[in-house]
């Protein structure tokens, strides 16, 4: 006999869910056994019927779809999950992503691509879409850039400048700078702006998000 994947469709949108359920229905080997209109629905589906997917809308009413998949990917024998949604924001993704989603994409994708997501998710392997995988790769490579630009501006703090820009961007007071690093508050003062003309900043706040985009806080 072969092997029905079993997927519970989750979307506050009725007629989505009806579209889906009806193309979802005529893929041979997979079978929608449960729908819920929001992510409270969802749970007590995923309890009752036992799904393999469930593809998941992320902005619902009572319960979001990002808690919704952190609570059920925190089960025994929790079923995957593939956000489908028309949010592809970088932070929607990564929340997925952390919260178990093993897929994510987005409403327009093509009916034969979400039945084969359903299908590759289900044997353990994930899936993006490839607008999602572009995006990914891009804030990758921007924040690789960032790291670069930042590690090379702070190279040119002496020492004791890099340890006061840390110390600035950990929240540190000037008193509390001087205090810690056993200098007076003048000469923190001084070593501040020092750091502010060499690297080319404005206000603390700039030296505090350089700091973390080198990794260093």
Do not use: C, W
């Amino acid at each position: 006999m072969a092997v029905v994947i079993r997927v519970l469709l989750v979307d506050d949108d009725a007629l989505v869910r009806a579209g889906l359920s009806m193309m979802l229905d005529g893929v041979g080997g997979i079978a929608v056994v449960a729908e819920a209109g929001d992510g409270r629905e969802a749970i007590a589906a995923a309890d009752a019927h036992g799904p393999d997917v469930v593809l998941m809308d992320l902005q619902m009413p009572h319960v979001d779809g990002i808690t919704a998949t952190r609570r059920l990917r925190g089960r025994p024998r929790a079923p995957e999950v593939i956000v489908l949604t028309t949010f592809d924001t970088d932070e929607n993704i990564l929340r997925a992503l952390r919260a178990g989603a093993s897929g994510f994409l987005l409403k327009d994708t093509p009916p034969a691509q979400i039945a084969e997501a359903v299908a590759l998710v289900a044997a353990g392997n994930p899936m993006l879409s490839p607008a999602v995988m572009r995006r990914l790769m891009d804030r990758s490579v921007a924040q690789s850039d960032r790291y670069e630009r930042a590690r090379t501006a702070l190279a040119a703090l002496t020492p004791r400048e890099l340890e006061v820009a840390l110390a600035v961007a950990n929240g540190r007071s000037n008193a509390g700078i001087a205090s810690e690093l056993a200098m007076s508050v003048t000469t923190v003062k001084s070593h501040v702006s020092s750091i502010l003309t060499k690297l080319g900043l404005d206000n603390r706040t700039q030296i505090a998000l350089l700091a973390h985009d080198a990794d260093l806080v």
